[in-house]
């Protein structure tokens, strides 16, 4: 059974940090390509970053500079770091496993950025 566990969610004022993690089970980790989407009230489901089973990275336009992906196929978790966040960042964040087979999703972690 494959599971993704998202964590890190919350509050932050706006130029805050937050670093999201998402556990992976039940794929071989290290071959699946990672990603990190959000979706914020109203909007579609967007793309922020993705990490292939090697070290290339994939950032939207809007984040490029302020949030990093990265992952740790020791510990089967990918993460994303978040800085200078803004209001319009504020949306629900999902984990993505991209395998061979299908695409997998987590349920998502909320993310809020506000005064």
């Known amino acids: 059974q494959v599971q993704l566990v998202e964590s890190g969610g919350g509050w932050v004022q706006p130029g805050g940090s937050l670093r999201l993690s998402c556990a992976a089970s039940g794929i071989v980790f290290r071959l699946a390509t990672m990603g990190w989407y959000r979706q914020a009230p109203g909007k579609q489901r967007e793309l922020v970053a993705t990490i292939n089973s090697g070290t290339i990275t994939n950032h939207a336009d809007s984040v490029k500079g302020r949030f990093t992906i990265s992952r740790d196929n020791g510990k089967n978790t990918v993460y994303l770091q978040m800085n200078s966040l803004k209001p319009e960042d504020t949306a629900v964040y999902y984990c993505?496993?991209?395998?061979?087979?299908?695409?997998?999703w987590g349920q998502g972690t909320q993310v809020t950025v506000s005064s």
């Open positions: 993505n496993a991209q395998t061979s087979y299908r695409s997998y």
